[in-house]
């Protein structure tokens, strides 16, 4: 599978919405107010395992942008990767 470079845009832009408090730790002060963003924002909450997969290239291939922000994505790591059918858990 290659790298979907619109997934990986997106992650990326989740981590960036989100603030850093003194130890590192992810923050967020405010919701971001356009739709889009919020979606977005979601994503940096998938467990370390996906979001390595994605920026690898490994996702399922019918995996793509659209598809996962509309799709309810559970806190629980082990739910998500029942939800995403991910193939790839270590």
């Known amino acids: 599978m290659t790298p979907d470079p619109t ?3 997106a992650l990326r832009r989740a981590h960036s919405l989100l603030g850093r408090d003194r130890k590192g730790m992810p923050v967020i002060e405010v919701s971001p107010p ?3 963003n919020r979606n977005i924002l979601r994503l940096a909450f998938l467990a370390p395992d996906i979001q ?3 920026m690898e290239g490994r996702q ?3 995996l793509n ?3 996962l922000i509309k799709m309810h994505i559970p806190l629980s790591w082990k739910e998500q990767r029942e939800v995403l059918n991910w ?3 270590k």
């Open 60 to 62: 399922p291939q019918s």
């Open 87 to 89: 193939p790839h858990s």
């Open 52 to 54: 390595r997969g994605i």
């Open 65 to 67: 942008l659209q598809q």
């Open 7 to 9: 997934l990986i845009a």
């Open 34 to 36: 356009i739709a889009h």
